[in-house]
């Protein structure tokens, strides 16, 4: 049974920090494109950043230099380490895996809650 679980969002104040946490079981981690998404409420659904099963990474403009995804291949968990955060990044967040050979298997969490509010 295929399980996509996040976990680590939460309230924080503007300029904090989170480190969300992505959970994957019920398939072979290490041959998916694992990304984080999100969608802010009256919003399209965005990338936010995604990690290759060889460690390449990309970002959204709106994160560069801010947020950093990471994966543990022992673990089958990927994260999402997002510091100077904004009001802006208040969103649902959600855990997507793409099969990295074909478009056959795409999973999705059930998102975690980021609010960034002072």
């Known amino acids: 049974q295929v399980q996509v679980v996040e976990s680590g969002g939460g309230l924080v104040q503007p300029g904090g920090s989170l480190r969300l946490s992505c959970a994957a079981s019920?398939?072979?981690?290490?041959?998916?494109?694992m990304s984080w998404y999100r969608q802010a409420p009256g919003k399209e659904r965005e990338l936010v950043a995604a990690i290759t099963s060889k460690y390449n990474t990309n970002y959204a403009d709106s994160v560069k230099g801010r947020f950093a995804i990471s994966r543990d291949n022992t673990k089958m968990t990927v994260y999402l380490q997002m510091n100077s955060l904004k009001p802006e990044d208040t969103a649902v967040y959600y855990c997507n895996a793409r099969f990295s050979y074909g478009p056959a298997y795409n999973y999705w969490g059930q998102g975690t809650q980021v609010t960034v509010s002072s």
């Open positions: 019920g398939f072979t981690f290490s041959n998916y494109v």
